[in-house]
């Protein structure tokens, strides 16, 4: 099995990192963010529940990587947009 780049990304309220990474063919979108430094960085968050993506489009946590893809792991939002705006629009 062949080694390909790929990166992560993860936002916090405080920091945003995107960083390159190197997986095997066959990885899961969640062994590939678990594997990464993510979890270390930001101890707060439970990485092996948060949805993730690649690129904008949410997968299943055992979605393959494959080269190049872009993984992102979202956080839970504080204000759903959509309720902010439905209250602004009730006031």
Do not use: W
């Not at 690129?55 to 792991?73: L, P, Y």
């Not at 204000?79 to 602004?88: G, I, L, S, V």
Request: hydrophobic share 40%; charged share 25%.
């Amino acid at each position: 099995m062949a080694d390909f780049p790929a990166e992560v990304c993860f936002a916090s309220p405080d920091l945003q990192t995107l960083m390159p990474i190197t997986v095997t063919q066959g990885t899961s979108v969640r062994a590939a963010v678990m594997g990464s430094i993510l979890p270390s960085m930001f101890p707060e968050f439970d990485f092996s529940c948060l949805p993730c993506g690649v690129f904008g489009q949410v997968v299943d946590d055992d979605h393959q990587v494959r080269a190049g893809d872009r993984i992102e792991v979202y956080r839970p939002l504080i204000n759903d947009p959509k309720a902010r705006r439905r209250n602004r629009a009730g006031r």
